[in-house]
């Protein structure tokens, strides 16, 4: 039986015939002349009056907000339908303090008591005191992102501050009458009128423009409504520019991979995917009930090691041939190691991999295994069974000896980032969807450590980060095979996986990596609750660093990795949106769009990003 599907065909002449988004009007009527605005997805609009009206508004839930001088400000939500709302207002007047109107009759009498008494005090009226008002301020993008902005405060035409940031605070203002700008490259400027008159004001401030706009697809009237926004991003395009854009769903549901045995590298994955997931059922059988003890050897010694039928067929025979501050270096029987390769080995691991992601002295020593594997090209591998009675009781790696030295020493961060990842998430008791994360560590470890440069091509041992640039198996040239929360084993996977972590590094702080690291909840669950946002939100700003990156005409950070350089762009891709992962699609005024969605696909979020940019 075939699929049946949405078909969105989105032609410059649809915009102006069809696919229009149901309009409403709202009517606000207030018993004194204020300040109306009403506000939806970061997009707002003022009017002055007593009676002011909102024409050819989409359908939809907005903030509304009225305020007037002497008046107690108004907020709330109105929902407009198809018809036309009519909302009426009666703001609610200040009251004046008692004190301040004496009447005229009693005001002689009052300074005459005074004036007998010369030891007390005359009190000022309120009127008499200077107040002194704190203004913060919080500026956003027209996505609702934080956006660095310069902010210049005027009274009476004269600057009296002048800040640049997200978050701004300024203290000690006098009450009263400002004019407020608000400046940044690539957006329109702001101009806003503000009276001060409480001691603590805050205020949320919103540019317009920019280069990015993002849309969340929840329901038929959305996509409906987001479908004209798009037709009249196309025809507005000029002759020089194309849109760019991200599509994907943002109601990730977990699926277990399919992997074709008779392929290498899918057997690669299964390796992978199958000892994540054995870590998660150790922990739901055995938690941190570990069985390894302090190892304690000397060089020379002999040891047996069993190895995961998954790499290894046969028992490893090996000698300890080298003896660090925190690891013991064991070398297969069969293996002829240079001396001076495995001094790197020891120093580098006691030097750079121990203090930089040991987050306390937990772990004293480890135990690495020089051999080889299966006829797979495995680098490394960590198996979290070796931790508990059916293992080999140690807190032990694995590394390929056969591969160059810069190789070995990135996977030997990457395993032992997954060692540690492990025994955080045992003492936890954390059985979760974890395994993106714990790649996307071990993958990070690898960049902090010096050991890949995440703006080069090629694989370890040139430094390269073929898991996000290689032609066929890079996340870029892959991204709509895979997605960030599914955890599959294969490599454009761990690409991704990479830059999200990244990302949520750069932006949130390692404050976040060791709070996701140490809890016993879902990572997407610590995600939310230390930044504040919804996961969604963070992925599509994430979808979005993807290709802005790229673009110096997109000015703020939380679309752009910091650190480094994306060296190029996402694979642009034409036809269905099938899969979880992020279809990047570039269009031009000529061309329009076609786009095939799943019919059902309406049931879910999906987001877009749109960014248009020069050709």
């Known amino acids: 039986m075939k699929k049946r599907f949405l078909v969105l065909l989105l032609l410059v002449a649809l915009s102006i015939t069809g696919c229009k988004s149901k309009l409403s009007t709202l009517n606000v009527k207030l018993n004194t002349e204020a300040e109306v605005t009403i506000s939806r997805e970061g997009r707002s609009e003022t009017q002055i009056g007593e009676n002011v009206q909102f024409k050819d508004k989409p359908v939809g839930e907005y903030t509304l907000v009225a305020s007037a001088e002497g008046y107690e400000d108004y907020q709330g939500q109105v929902v407009l339908q198809e018809s036309n709302e009519i909302k009426e207002i009666n703001l609610v007047e200040i009251k004046k303090d008692d004190s301040t109107n004496i009447p005229e009759n009693n005001k002689d009498e009052e300074v005459a008591e005074v004036k007998e008494e010369p030891k007390e005090e005359v009190v000022e009226t309120k009127e008499d005191i200077i107040e002194k008002v704190d203004l913060t301020l919080s500026l956003f993008d027209v996505n609702n992102n934080e956006l660095d902005a310069e902010v210049v405060l005027k009274k009476d035409n004269q600057i009296v501050a002048k800040e640049e940031g997200e978050e701004l605070y300024f203290e000690d203002l006098t009450a009263g009458e400002y004019t407020l700008e608000v400046v940044k490259e690539g957006y329109d400027k702001l101009v806003k009128n503000l009276n001060l008159k409480e001691e603590q004001e805050e205020l949320a401030v919103y540019l317009l423009g920019g280069e990015v706009k993002q849309l969340i697809i929840e329901n038929e009237e959305d996509f409906s409504r987001n479908i004209e926004k798009i037709s009249e991003e196309l025809k507005n395009l000029k002759d020089n520019e194309e849109l760019i854009l991200g ?167 990457h395993q032992y980032q997954h060692l540690v990842f492990f025994l955080d998430k045992a003492k936890a008791n954390r059985i979760a969807n974890d395994a993106w994360i714990d790649q996307g560590l071990a993958q990070l470890a690898q960049r902090v450590t010096g050991y890949i440069d995440y703006e080069a091509k090629g694989w370890s041992k040139q430094r390269g980060n073929g898991w996000v640039y290689d032609e066929d198996f890079g996340y870029l040239n892959n991204t709509t095979e895979v997605s960030v929360l599914n955890h599959d084993g294969s490599i454009p996977f761990s690409g991704a996986a990479s830059l999200f972590a990244d990302y949520l590094l750069e932006q949130y702080g390692a404050g976040l990596m060791e709070e996701i690291m140490l809890s016993s909840q879902d990572p997407v669950k610590v995600i939310e609750g230390y930044t504040g946002l919804a996961f969604n939100k963070i992925y599509l700003n994430w979808m979005t660093a993807n290709i802005a990156d790229n673009l110096a005409t997109v000015n703020n950070d939380i679309y752009k990795y910091n650190s480094f350089n994306l060296n190029q ?42 960014i248009k940019k020069n050709k």
Do not use: C, W
């Open 247 to 413: 599509v994907s769903y943002l109601n990730s549901n977990y699926s277990q991979p399919e992997f074709d045995l008779s392929n290498e590298i899918d057997r690669l994955s299964k390796i992978e995917y199958d000892v994540r997931k054995k870590g998660n059922d150790l922990v739901k059988r055995y938690g941190d009930n570990f069985a390894f003890t302090t190892a304690d050897y000397n060089l020379g010694d002999q040891k047996e090691f069993k190895i995961s039928n998954d790499v290894k067929a046969d028992k490893v025979n090996a000698t300890l041939m080298g003896v660090g501050e925190h690891i013991y270096l064991f070398v297969d029987n069969n293996k002829d190691i240079d001396l001076e390769k495995l001094d790197e080995i020891t120093d580098e691991f006691d030097n750079v991999i121990y203090p930089t992601l040991t987050r306390d002295k937990t772990i004293d020593k480890v135990v690495v295994l020089l051999t080889d594997f299966n006829d797979l090209p495995v680098t490394g591998y960590f198996d979290p069974a070796d931790l508990y009675a059916h293992g080999n009781q140690e807190l032990i790696f694995y590394l390929n000896a056969d591969r160059s030295i810069n190789t070995l020493l990135t996977s030997m961060a």
């Open 569 to 610: 762009m996402p694979k642009f891709v034409e036809g269905q949106i099938l899969g979880e992962g992020v279809y990047y699609i570039k269009l031009n005024a000529q061309e329009g769009l076609n786009l095939k969605l799943p019919e059902d696909s309406l049931n879910n979020q999906i987001g877009i990003v749109l």
